[in-house]
């Protein structure tokens, strides 16, 4: 199994971002897919998960992320918007059995990471 996330970059506050993880070598249409990220000297957090048609965020994204999935593609997204310099972090995407234990990081699986990279 392999999931390859992209789509990071170096971007400006109030810009978008749209990252992608694309999952190989098993379906995982009803399993859940999520994102964490990791800054500079700090924990790896939960930003997102999604199982069928429920989603959770963590509250300093609400409003400004969006997780989706093409089940047909086996990939997860992660729509960015109004980025802030405070998002900035490694993304890396994740799959496991349900939503709680994604945010418990219970994780199956793990992705490598994109690099977001938000100035100022």
């Known amino acids: 199994v392999q999931l390859q996330a992209s789509g990071g970059g170096l971007v400006q506050a109030g810009d978008s971002l749209r990252l992608s993880c694309a999952a190989s070598?098993?379906?995982?249409?009803?399993?859940?897919m999520g994102w964490f990220r990791q800054a500079p000297g700090k924990e790896r957090e939960f930003v997102a998960a999604?199982?069928?048609?429920?989603?959770s965020y963590v509250d300093s994204v609400k409003g400004r992320v969006t997780i989706s999935r093409d089940n047909a593609k086996n990939t997860v997204y992660l729509q960015m918007n109004s980025l802030k310099p405070e998002d900035t972090a490694v993304y890396y995407c994740?799959?496991?059995?349900?939503?709680?234990?994604?945010?418990?990081?219970?994780?199956?699986?793990w992705g490598q990471g994109t690099q977001v990279t938000v100035s100022s």
């Open positions: 994740a799959v496991s059995n349900s939503i709680s234990a994604v945010r418990s990081r219970q994780v199956l699986y």
């Open positions: 999604i199982r069928l048609t429920s989603t």
């Open positions: 070598g098993r379906t995982f249409s009803t399993y859940a």
